[in-house]
């Protein structure tokens, strides 16, 4: 089954981490750029990061840029999104996207004292 499932979303206090996965199946991740996307309540989905098939292109929304790192493991089918010093209005739900692919469940991230 061709699909994409997002993890590792949770609660975190400002200034925390935390590490998104995206999980591929059914298909060669390898041949794709992955995009990571937010929406946040009443808000629209937003592009936050995007990497390139082999990993060698990354580009950053800017409110992101030196907090967010995005990468991937080809070998396991994994693109992941690091997040450090988290803000409140970094709070979404998170969603991994390759174009031609369904958008998957999406992981929820909140950021809160």
């Known amino acids: 089954q061709v699909q994409v499932v997002e993890s590792g979303g949770g609660l975190v206090q400002p200034g925390g981490s935390l590490r998104l996965s995206c999980a591929a199946s059914?298909?060669?991740?390898?041949?794709?750029?992955v995009r990571w996307y937010r929406q946040a309540p009443g808000k629209e989905r937003e592009l936050v990061a995007s990497?390139?098939?082999?990993?060698?292109?990354?580009n950053y929304e800017t409110s992101v840029k030196g907090r967010f790192t995005i990468s991937r493991d080809n070998g396991k089918n994994m693109v992941y999104l690091q997040m450090n010093s988290l803000k409140p209005e970094d709070t979404a739900v998170y969603y991994c996207k390759i174009w031609w692919v369904n958008w998957g469940q999406g992981t929820q991230v909140t950021v809160s004292s």
């Open positions: 059914g298909f060669t991740l390898s041949n794709y750029a």
């Open positions: 990497i390139s098939p082999v990993g060698d292109n990354t």
